[in-house]
């Protein structure tokens, strides 16, 4: 089955220790990217990659790290978390880069991971 | 920088009722995406629209692309209650390959 597979689905985590969310996709796509969630600001990428060991910043990428070592792991890594990163991220990636139209550029999501920073 | 503004942020229908959901870009867009989230899911692709002044179809939901390709609409004829969620727009980042999300509306229905 084609997915985006992100862990954990819900996490708490104290003020700076280091943690990393994990996303998987098993549908060979090139683009993959980054997003939170919060009431009233919609999805806010976070960072994207267009291909391996090819990433870029999103609109929101402060205290944000991530890597492409391999085409099918986009983990999201988070150095120091602080309290204003308690949101809902998703994990998305799509066969073409947004901007080229036609088939292929829809983002598949993961199911999310609901983090909270105390 | 560039920003996909929706409106409403929300609303509440009666079941039956019609609803309609705005997208509007401060900068042209090459193509237009539409998401549904449903409560406690992730967004679902909907559908693309590429073409100035494109209207498309599916079953009760009409998506327009603007003359200007600025902005879009989504249309939902007789609402039921699986209509529920929030409708997200999103378009490239121009010359950027960022894939920018609108606001999103939340819709609810009433039975």
């Known amino acids: ?118 | 920088g560039q920003q996909v503004m929706q409106i409403p942020q929300y609303q509440h229908v009666q079941e039956g009722e019609d609803f309609t959901t705005y997208c509007n870009s401060s900068t042209t867009l090459s193509n237009i995406q539409w998401y549904k989230q449903r409560p406690g899911g992730h967004p679902v692709f909907l559908i693309q629209l590429v073409k100035s002044g494109e209207v498309k179809k599916q079953k009760r939901l009409t998506f327009q692309f603007g003359e200007a390709k600025k902005n879009s609409s989504l249309h939902i004829t007789a609402t039921q209650t699986t209509d529920v969620g929030t409708y997200f727009c999103a378009g490239p980042g121009g010359a950027t390959n960022k894939l920018i999300f609108g606001t999103g509306t939340l819709l609810a229905v009433q039975p």
Request: some cysteine; glycine content about 10%.
């Open chain 1, 1 to 118: 089955e084609a997915q985006v597979t992100q862990n954990p689905r819900y996490l708490i985590t104290v003020t700076g220790k280091k943690l990393t969310v994990t996303c998987s996709q098993n549908m060979n796509h090139e683009y993959m990217s980054w997003y939170r969630q919060d009431p009233g600001l919609g999805l806010r990428q976070i960072y994207y990659s267009m291909n391996v060991e090819v990433t870029d910043k999103g609109d929101v990428p402060e205290g944000y790290k991530v890597s492409r070592k391999e085409k099918r792991n986009f983990p999201l890594i988070l150095e120091s978390p602080s309290p204003n990163q308690t949101s809902l991220y998703f994990c998305a990636s799509s066969s073409r880069l947004p901007g080229t139209g036609g088939w292929g550029t829809e983002a598949f999501f993961g199911q999310g991971t609901r983090l909270t920073v105390v």
